[in-house]
């Protein structure tokens, strides 16, 4: 009966730790709020936003750190089943395509598997791309889904030894990524003739 009860308390101190790290990543972190496109990241990650008119595109890093995270969302709604696999195969399949070229051009012999995770809870599919770089070995995640009828891709960089340290920002990234839905576009009234 004691071992069940010492088993029991030690159970309840890893969830409050595991529970109280949680909350204190996300209350050490900063926000990023911009054209509908929210999310938090850890203090002391900056960020340089690349957008333009078709795409928000915000890289993030650490200056002591080799991980990157780009988050890139396309800006036109996709309100059809068509829209979304048409957006999928010209933005997402050829990013994942030139990733792994890139890593060939750099003999690092790239080997892709299957990843899934969520953006924002929203399920999301996507690609883990291992490869070494001059006997570094590493890797890209890249995960998409379309979060309030926008694509979002989200890559993750780097060395394995930076990639340990930037999961937990990644992680924040990714959960708390809300797209706000662009308000309806008044309708004209029509006008009455005299």
């Known amino acids: 009966m004691s071992f069940s009860r010492n088993l029991f308390h030690l159970i309840a101190f890893l969830m409050f ?49 080799d991980a990157q995270i780009t988050v890139f969302v396309f800006r036109a709604p996709l309100t059809t089943p068509e829209k979304i696999a048409e957006a999928k195969k010209v933005l997402v399949d050829k990013y994942i395509a030139s990733t792994t070229k890139s890593f060939e051009q750099a003999a690092g012999r790239p080997e892709s598997s299957a990843a899934t995770s969520e953006i ?19 890797m890209a995640e890249i995960q998409s889904a379309v979060v309030g009828q926008r694509l979002v891709v989200l890559t993750l960089l780097g060395p394995d030894r930076a990639l340990l340290k930037a999961r937990s920002a990644w992680d924040t990234i990714r959960t708390t990524i809300r797209i706000e839905s662009a308000p309806p576009q008044p309708k004209p009234s029509p006008q009455t003739t005299p």
Do not use: H, M
């Open 120 to 138: 924002g809870a929203v399920k999301a599919e996507g690609v883990k791309i291992r490869a070494s770089l001059d006997g570094v070995p590493g």
């Open 17 to 65: 730790c595991v529970i109280s790290t949680s909350a204190q990543a996300l209350s050490d972190s900063e926000e990023f709020n911009k054209d509908g496109l929210s999310f938090k990241y850890p203090s002391g990650w900056s960020f340089n936003d690349n957008s333009n008119a078709d795409a928000q595109q915000i890289t993030l890093g650490r200056t002591d750190s």
